[in-house]
């Protein structure tokens, strides 16, 4: 393998890498910007936990956009759910994890109202959703009219947003001491599953006779992936280790990536997404295509709403306030495009990281608000430029 | 020949891993109408879009002159400068906008900062007038007809003073009457000092109009040919544009055994609610095992309709009548409860609502039936791939892989790839709505032998199809539609071009 096959290997698959190295480049400056404050294990930490509640958002506005709709009630769904979750713990005396499915049935029961309205009445989901928005941050300062913020007492439902997965053995044990073993260990379990599946993937694709990387290129994507995942589980096991919100983003992704890449439901996302009226020829209805994917958006809000009120322990009037906004500019930095068809969840997990990495990033250099908020329109439309370029390239 | 008014010389265009043009050169004179015929991708379209400069100079190899001088075209704006205009199969028209706007589109005439709507309507008329368009020019373009269009299309290319008209495909969506009076139009402009350019699959239309015509084969110039001295006829076109003799466009079919039947419809009546009007009155229709029906009617005499109601009504039109499949009264609410029942219908319009162009080749032929490779809902990859590998060899699909997307592949494969999403649903009844449209002559082939293979497995087959040759090469019986009725029923030996012609304008 010579450096040439190299870079052209990477060019023809730069939309697939091309958030991963941006992540990688934006995490190098911030590192060096900050003097290593950026890539401590404390910061890495706090910014997944902050990811969270974004990324299971841009998740779901994924599938959203990839049907051709948008959803603009999310943010102040999820506010509206989180507040309904703190009240039904101080108000109606539940336990933590009532609430928690309080929210998320809920969440459900809204999404599949928008989805109504969108699929079955025929109202633009920008009209919809906009309407959404508009009722639930009504509603959101309705139930927090008497109290304004609740502070939630319950330990269990706190843990979700602050807590971290507990550890097999005491952290001070002589063997690795001051790391969290658990974590190492989840990290090796899924580097070696990564790296076997990968091989029997390969090795079945070589059996239909497909085309698959050449050895060589493929082992040192094995070894980089590897690596990084190493990198990861090592700086998160410097500090407090897992955190449950990182595993619920974890566990969310990976039925979505499963959802979405290997099953009928999926397939037909993106059928509708890529041509409805064909899809509907082929006999997959639209309708319960676009019911499906509003429900799980509004699940997602409710999921969203308990990390994020789990997180500030309480529920204020402005929870949820843009999440909207930054769950689309995440899912479109992870590479969906508007036209319909296209896009990965995995893609706007990657999307949600960067965009939270800036966010991160420029409060630790003390970069001012206005400031802020001007890179990161500037790297959502760069992302998307680039996006469309290679695109071209493509086609 | 006179003064070329138009040359290309040694055109090559290549585009990442394909060759599309290697050296062709094109001579178009004075005042002709020129056609450029050839099989789906022997590069017509890549040809004229080199010329209208949609291939800007300097991504082709090669020069362009206009009465002999060389031209540098960077866009379509250099090239309408130059007095090209081009009319594309797909039309360009904004369909809300006004018939008087569509013309002025992008040119609009002035007084001050404003559009001068009188004007603008005058100009719009006169156009209109040339291409023997008579219409208010305040309607709207959506509520024309397709060949109404296809006129306002070339009403606006003249508003603009062109001197070379190319037109890719103009009647691929017309009727034999529209095609008629385009052919007309056409001479006029002939007798105007336009030179037309005309792309076209339809062969008998190339013998009536052509003055010279050029075929192309796999990107290169094969020859050109002078209708004056009699060079052109459709044996010598066809010869030239496959590169071997087809004896026989319409493959025969061996032993014939027609059985019970499949699908019966029974005073089949259907309102559309968009168009505010019935559709189809008191249809009556059936279709045999292992039968071909032709559904033989001019555009909008409401075959689609038909297909489209009957598998699953889709556009929710009001449906009055019964159907039966093999005997037993089926009501189908959707197109899925039609496929579970064993009718299938591969739509007409194969990009618009065939295809899913954005995915591959295997994704596009599982879909319909996804859930016969899944289990628990979760599709298995593996024997995925061997479907679409089989049907791939089994239709000969030309593809480098199954993971192509759809888009890169030419038209008639395409149409291979949308019949196979239906054959993997094995259909007792396959509706093929305009199978063959604009396909080249071996692919049209392939299709046509497909078509009598699966009937000779017991299949049924219901083909819409607008070119009459093709009804009668393929049909056992002819029903023609006029109107939203049906006014005829023939078998093929009694069925010939005038009989079906004179039933379908009943």
């Known amino acids: 393998m010579t450096l040439k096959d190299l870079r052209s290997i990477l060019r023809s698959n730069i939309r697939d890498y091309g958030m991963y190295i941006a992540l990688l480049v934006i995490m190098g400056i911030f590192t060096i910007a900050t003097h290593g404050v950026f890539i401590s294990s404390r910061n890495i930490a706090n910014l997944l936990n902050q990811t969270g509640y974004i990324a299971v958002l841009a998740i779901g506005m994924t599938l959203v956009i990839v049907i051709r709709h948008i959803d603009l009630s999310v943010g102040f769904l999820s506010g509206f759910l989180g507040a309904i979750a703190a009240i039904a713990m101080t108000a109606w005396g539940v336990p933590g994890w009532t609430a928690v499915l309080i929210a998320l049935a809920l969440g459900t029961a809204a999404g599949l109202v928008t989805g109504t309205l969108v699929a079955r009445v025929g109202i633009p989901a920008f009209v919809a959703s906009l309407a959404g928005w508009l009722i639930y941050r009504g509603a959101l300062l309705l139930v927090t009219l008497k109290t304004g913020t609740i502070i939630i007492p319950d330990a269990f439902f706190n843990a979700i947003g602050n807590s971290y997965i507990p550890d097999i053995m005491p952290k001070e044990a002589t063997f690795l001491p001051e790391l969290h073993k658990l974590t190492l260990l989840l990290g090796l379990a899924a580097i070696v599953w990564f790296n076997l599946r990968s091989i029997r993937e390969r090795n079945n694709r070589r059996r239909y006779g497909f085309e698959v990387l050449p050895t060589d290129m493929f082992a040192l994507k094995l070894v980089f992936l590897s690596v990084v995942l190493a990198l990861v589980t090592w700086v998160l096991a410097g500090y407090n280790g897992m955190s449950w919100t990182l595993a619920i983003v974890i566990v969310v992704v990976a039925v979505y990536h499963f959802i979405t890449t290997r099953t009928v439901l999926g397939r037909h996302i993106y059928a509708v997404g890529g041509n409805p009226e064909a899809a509907e020829l082929s006999g997959v209805s639209v309708k319960k295509i676009t019911l499906w994917v509003f429900g799980s958006m509004g699940f997602l809000c409710g999921l969203s709403g308990v990390l994020f009120a789990s997180r500030l322990q309480s529920a204020t009037t402005q929870a949820g306030t843009l999440f909207e906004l930054d769950a689309i500019a995440a899912a479109y930095i992870g590479g969906v495009s508007a036209a319909g068809g296209v896009g990965k969840v995995t893609g706007s997990l990657v999307g949600a990281i960067v965009y939270m990495s800036l966010t991160s990033g420029m409060n630790l250099m003390g970069t001012d608000i206005s400031l802020q908020y001007i890179i990161r329109g500037a790297v959502l439309v760069a992302a998307v430029i680039f996006d469309v370029q290679t695109r071209k390239a493509k086609s | ?506």
Not at chain 2, 156 to 175: C, M, Q, Y
């Open chain 2, 1 to 506: 020949m006179s003064e070329p008014i138009l040359e290309m010389r040694n055109i090559t265009k290549t585009f990442p891993g394909v060759r599309a043009l290697s050296d062709v050169s094109f001579r178009v004179a004075e005042g002709e109408i020129h056609c450029l015929v050839g099989e789906n991708g022997a590069g017509k379209s890549t040809l004229m879009k080199v010329l209208s400069g949609v291939y800007p100079h300097g991504t082709y190899e090669g020069e362009i002159l206009l009465k002999g001088k060389p031209q540098r075209f960077h866009g379509i704006a250099d090239s309408e400068r130059a007095g090209i205009g081009i009319i594309y199969q797909e039309l360009a028209l904004v369909p809300d906008m006004t018939v008087y706007d569509n013309i002025c589109l992008g040119h609009e005439i002035r007084s001050g900062l404003t559009v001068d709507l009188n004007e603008t309507i005058k100009k719009a008329s006169e156009m209109l007038t040339k291409v023997r368009l008579k219409l208010d020019p305040s309607a709207k373009v959506k509520d024309l007809g397709v060949g109404k269009q296809q006129l306002v299309e070339i009403a606006k290319a003249l508003s603009r003073d062109v001197r070379i008209l190319i037109l890719d495909e103009p009647t691929a969506a017309l009727n034999e009457d529209d095609c008629d009076n385009l052919l007309d139009i056409l001479r006029g402009l002939k007798r105007d000092g336009v030179t037309c350019i005309m792309i076209s699959h339809k062969l008998k239309e190339v013998i009536r109009i052509a003055d010279t015509v050029t075929v192309l084969r796999d990107g290169r110039t094969v020859c050109t040919l002078d209708a004056g001295k009699g060079e052109v006829s459709e044996g010598i076109l066809i010869k030239h544009m496959v590169g071997r003799e087809i004896d026989d466009i319409y493959p025969k079919r061996a032993g014939k055994s027609v059985g019970e039947v499949a699908l019966e419809a029974r005073n089949w009546t259907v309102y559309s609610h968009g168009l505010g009007r019935t559709v189809l009155k008191d249809v009556n229709f059936n279709v045999r095992r292992g039968e071909i029906v032709g559904f033989a009617g001019l555009m909008g005499s409401g075959r689609t309709e038909l297909a489209r109601s009957v598998f699953g009504n889709p556009d929710g039109y009001r449906v009055e009548g019964e159907l039966l499949v093999e005997g037993r009264p089926v009501r189908f609410g959707d197109p899925r409860a039609a496929i579970e029942a064993g009718v299938a219908y591969a739509s007409e319009d194969r990009k618009k609502n065939g295809l899913i162009l954005i995915q591959d080749v295997k994704q596009n032929i599982t879909l319909a039936n996804l859930r016969a490779l899944a289990s628990r809902g979760v599709v298995d990859g593996n024997s995925e791939a061997k479907v679409a590998e089989d049907y791939r060899s089994a239709l000969s699909i030309k593809t480098p892989s199954i993971d192509q997307k759809v888009l890169n592949l030419s038209g008639g494969n395409q149409q291979k790839v949308s019949v196979a999403k239906w054959l993997f649903v094995r259909p007792k009844v396959l509706i093929l709505d305009e199978p063959t449209r604009g396909i080249d002559v071996g692919a049209k082939y392939e299709i046509y032998t497909l078509m009598n293979k699966l009937v000779a497995d017991g299949m049924s087959i219901i083909m819409i199809s607008s070119e009459l040759p093709e009804v009668l090469g393929m049909s056992d019986r002819v029903y023609i539609v006029s109107t939203g009725r049906i006014t005829g029923e023939l078998s093929v030996e009694e069925a010939d071009q005038e009989k079906i012609m004179r039933l379908a304008t009943s």
